[in-house]
């Protein structure tokens, strides 16, 4: 079975996903039941690849032929270390939310939307994963779609009237941007003639005049605009905002977690695996620039719009614009210690968020608001919450010895390699707000006046409380260990930047 | 037997440990006060124990010491006993075994809310701070210098009201914002420049990169400011701030353990970043010297207009803890000379840690007893206090001593050598700051024990004796005795002291 893995971690969540409808039909309970049993199937599957991956020098492949059609006449699907973190840092996340989204559903989606719920999410889960994994560009784009249907979907299932406008303005958004991709792909293979990523890559390789043409160009301008919005690059971040605060508890934690950065990692992707960093480094500097000014925008914009945020949610929401700004800043720093520092905030960042997001889950359980006021005096009342959320937001900040310290470690050094010595105060001003909106957390939590009645009257339940846990722990273990540094240094390498 | 060895060589971190361990001891005994307090106290005094311990190992010459955590190249947590780490250590751990007596007496005359917190986050205080002495690298340092911050805001937002927590902002702005902002950076750039971060390897590594002396001078001044607990003008203002807490806290953490964290920080950075002869080289030096000594002098001034008894000690503080700055400074000034004859007076500043701590805790010791006593916290108010409490204020007279220099008390020690290096190091206005300092310090100690003693009490006020609980009373008699004591008996510290200068600059 090893050797059908890849396929097997896209296609079992697929098929699951479909037969949730039906087989809910003759039993209600089973729903939840099949969502884990196919993510915790991803888990592994994902898991061994990486591991694999791990054992074989830097630059293998697992590579798989779908319907044996060899590439480039069928679809292949590639992993390497690269999306071997992201197909993991997904199937994980989406695990880790279906465990901790049972009872958190039970409140908040009526029982007769429920199997369509889980469907929908498995299906959204199965769309990003396909995008990690697959060597094909326009397969990519059918995933993609996927994925971004079903979270529409997922989003406009939130409790009030207000979801389904933030799921349709969403929509419209996110239309947009995969219209745009769409004509990246198809200027791309106007001018290339197949789509097959190696293959796109061996033919940039072999006629660098290629990146003269201003048709390979125009595509590239569309994929970085519709990736963008898809990824809510600051400036283009307006839809996330209300999208992550309507959608239900259980779709904003997995979404927050995962999607901007799936898109992101399409960046890396598009930008080395098919393009070639060559492109960017040479053909088109300018715009490298320009991205790298974004990135940096979004790392000090971010964050200083959520120091104001009145709404837990859209709090969060906020912070990641900065935190995508992160993820972006090491792809186009180009140098080894920016791309390590990036990649290694895809685990970072999910945990983190992730956690955060659990938090926000058991606010809305707890007391039906999510407003950020409502965690006074949790601390008393819910001390492990709290605790993952102080963990957790330390990791924000970038406390040394949590995970985001590694990750801005590698980024600043990333920085004044590629000698721009400008990024790092504003790596730090980053923080600084972070601290602030992070500290007014803590705060409310641990230190609220003695005569606040806490509006959480009770911890989470287990089911809730374990993943959250998880999440908080994985912070720790990131920032104290060096597996994911090691991993994403080899992706980084393998992707062609730095010294072999 | 081996095993035991093994586990010895890593008596830092079991040292950190056990702290840790009290903390969970602290948390398992919340139900009772007393048990919770004997853990408090047991910890402590095993922690001191293991501290003279290394202590000893350190003056038979072994090695102590090992990485724990290696996370990623530049980055991990790794100790090593030497002489700085040792005399930080020996202080701050001695000292919390009085503090707990104090802080019992004080926490329970108060009838104080959250105890057990408050218990908790002390230990972890002194972890962070066990943790910073033996740290073998700037991350190691770096992280127990944040460590420390997080863990006492707690500590001084401890009343929780609207006063403290403004207080406790302030607090962790300045602090978190200085190290976050400054010294992070600070530090990103050393690796950047010297490509290790190990105190052992990294002055020569700095002197041998080519980076520009205006990134080393520039480097240097964020560590500086970065390390705002070191209590510098202009970011010294998170100190008076923390006054807030209870007194206990401010005994301890305010005048002892956070802030030498600080310049304990600074001193590091001093010999074991940049090295002695770099900056020497560079003449940062003189920043050094010209900063403390401007923080010296305006730290009097100010302390002298304050009337809450708390805030002035903060602000004496302040000024107090810019000697050892100055310190350093006059050591980097007299490298380069004949090393034989200067080095001992040059060891001041780092002298100036262990005494300064032990008169100020004192200070404090005594404000809080009067505090827990009579409820009074202004300096206006004590007239004929000394009638009433005669030990405290004995002990809070001895204290006074200290602060200003006089004999027999141990601050004249280590002012004594700042005269001398700040002659040899060719400063003669350094001497006109020294003295200065030392009339003001006079201006406004002086009234307080003159009120004490020689003016009556208010009338209508009580005037029976009445001293705070035995516990109190007890420990600040304990640091009364040790700063007198340590007038008459210096020579573990002074070799301490010395040991440590010399081996900055004798490189």
């Known amino acids: ?500 | 037997m081996i095993a035991f060895i093994d586990l010895m060589q890593h008596a830092p971190a079991l040292s950190v440990g056990v702290c840790l361990l009290g903390v969970v001891g602290i948390l398992l005994a919340r139900r009772s006060p007393n048990v919770r307090e004997g853990v408090s106290l047991t910890t402590a005094v095993v922690n001191f124990v293991l501290v003279a311990w290394m202590f000893r190992q350190f003056e038979a010459g072994e090695e102590v010491g090992g990485t724990l955590i290696d996370i990623v190249p530049g980055l991990e947590i790794g100790f090593r006993v030497d002489g700085l780490g040792i005399l930080f250590a020996l202080v701050a751990s001695g000292l919390w075994i009085v503090n707990t007596l104090y802080s019992v007496g004080y926490m329970r005359a108060h009838n104080e809310h959250k105890q057990t917190r408050f218990f908790a986050c002390f230990a972890i205080a002194i972890a962070a701070c066990m943790g910073g002495a033996f740290s073998s690298n700037l991350f190691s340092l770096f992280a127990f210098y944040e460590l420390l911050t997080i863990c006492t805001y707690p500590l001084v937002v401890h009343a929780e009201t609207p006063e403290a927590k403004a207080g406790a902002r302030r607090y962790v702005t300045y602090l978190l914002g200085a190290s976050i902002g400054l010294m992070l950076p600070a530090l990103f750039l050393v690796w950047n420049m010297a490509g290790t971060m190990t105190f052992a390897d990294l002055p020569a590594a700095l002197d041998a990169s080519d980076a520009s002396p205006f990134l080393i001078a520039l480097t240097f001044v964020m560590f500086i400011l970065g390390m705002a607990k070191c209590g510098i003008m202009p970011v010294h203002s998170w100190l008076p701030a923390a006054m807030v807490a209870p007194t206990p806290v401010s005994a301890l953490l305010h005048a002892v353990a956070v802030v030498k964290m600080g310049v304990f920080g600074v001193s590091r950075i001093v010999l074991d970043v940049f090295g002695t002869d770099l900056l020497a080289e560079l003449s940062l030096h003189h920043l050094l010297i010209a900063g403390a000594s401007f923080t010296i002098v305006c730290g009097s001034l100010v302390a002298l207009a304050q009337d809450n008894l708390k805030r002035r000690l903060a602000y004496s503080t302040i000024s107090q803890l810019s000697y050892i700055l100055l310190g350093l400074g006059l050591l980097v000034g007299v490298t380069g000379e004949d090393q034989v004859t200067h080095y001992q007076v040059s060891a001041g500043g780092i002298l100036h840690i262990g005494v300064h701590a032990w008169s100020k805790i004192t200070l404090f010791f005594a404000a809080g007893a009067i505090y827990v006593a009579l409820h009074k916290t202004k300096v206006s108010q004590l007239d004929g206090v000394g009638r009433r409490m005669p030990i405290t204020m004995t002990a809070f007279s001895i204290g006074a001593l200290s602060m200003i220099g006089l004999p027999p008390a141990a601050g004249i020690l280590s002012k004594w050598w700042l005269v001398e290096s700040s002659v040899d190091g060719a400063y003669p206005w350094v001497l006109g700051v020294l003295f200065v300092s030392a009339m003001l310090n006079a201006a406004y100690f002086l009234p307080i024990v003159f009120r004490a003693f020689f003016k009556p009490v208010p009338e209508g006020e009580e005037s029976g004796r009445k001293e705070a609980p035995w516990p109190c009373v007890l420990a600040l008699s304990v640091t009364a005795l040790g700063t007198l004591l340590l007038f008459f008996f210096p020579e573990v510290i002074v070799d301490l002291a010395t040991a440590v200068a010399q081996g900055g600059g004798a490189k």
């Open chain 1, 1 to 500: 079975m090893a050797g059908q893995l890849p396929a097997l971690a896209v296609v079992v969540p697929l098929l699951v996903a479909l037969l949730i409808p039906l087989v809910s039909r003759f039993n209600r309970r089973a729903a939840w039941w099949m969502v884990v049993g196919a993510l915790g199937f991803a888990v592994y599957g994902a898991v061994a690849m990486l591991l694999d991956l791990c054992g074989s020098p830097i630059g293998t492949t697992i590579e798989y032929a779908m319907g044996r059609w060899a590439a480039p006449t069928g679809i292949e699907y590639v992993v390497d270390r690269l999306n071997g973190i992201v197909l993991t840092m997904i199937a994980a996340v989406g695990l880790i939310t279906a465990l901790w989204m049972r009872k958190s559903i039970r409140s908040e989606i009526s029982e007769k939307a429920r199997p369509g719920y889980y469907a929908t999410f498995l299906l959204c889960a199965t769309g990003y994963m396909g995008m990690a994994i697959t060597g094909d560009v326009f397969n990519l784009y059918v995933f993609l779609e996927i994925a971004s249907i079903t979270s529409y979907v997922l989003i406009g299932m939130g409790r009030t009237r207000q979801a389904l406008y933030a799921g349709y303005s969403y929509l419209i958004v996110g239309s947009i941007g995969a219209t745009f991709i769409l004509l990246g792909i198809g200027h791309l293979y106007m001018e290339i003639g197949t789509l097959e990523m190696a293959d796109i890559a061996q033919r940039f390789a072999a006629n660098p005049e290629l990146y003269d043409s201003s048709v390979v160009r125009t595509s590239f301008a569309f994929f970085t605009v519709g990736l963008a919005i898809k990824m809510a690059l600051f400036p283009l971040h307006g839809w996330q905002p209300s999208a992550y605060s309507r959608a239900p508890s259980a779709a904003s934690l997995f979404i927050a977690a995962t999607a901007t950065k799936v898109s992101a990692y399409v960046f890396y992707r598009i930008s080395f695996s098919v393009f070639g960093a060559d492109f960017l480094i040479s053909a088109l500097p300018h715009i490298r620039d320009g991205i790298l000014i974004l990135a940096v925008a979004a790392i000090f914009v971010g964050p200083l719009l959520a120091i104001r945020q009145r709404c837990l949610k859209r709090l969060l929401a906020y912070s990641s614009v900065g935190q995508i700004g992160y993820i972006m800043l090491g792809v186009v720093l180009l140098n080894e210690d920016g791309l390590t520092g990036g990649v290694i905030h895809f685990w970072n960042h999910a945990a983190a968020k992730g956690a955060l997001f659990c938090v926000a889950g058991v606010l809305v359980y707890r007391t039906g608001v999510s407003r950020v006021d409502a965690l006074a005096g949790m601390g008393r009342t819910a001390p492990w919450t709290s605790a993952v959320m102080t963990v957790a937001g330390l990791s924000m900040i970038g406390v040394p010895m949590t995970a985001g310290f590694l990750s801005k470690w590698y980024l600043g050094a990333g920085a004044l390699d590629a000698g721009r010595i400008s990024i790092v105060p504003v790596l730090m001003a980053s923080s600084l707000f972070t601290a602030m909106y992070v500290w007014r957390l803590v705060q409310l939590v641990w230190f609220a006046p003695k005569d606040t009645e806490p509006l959480v009257k009770e911890e989470a339940p287990w089911s809730m409380r374990i993943p959250a846990l998880v999440l908080a722990a994985a912070c720790l273990y990131f920032g104290l260990t060096s597996t994911s540094v090691d991993i994403a240094r080899d992706a980084a390498l393998s992707l062609g930047l730095g010294a072999p």
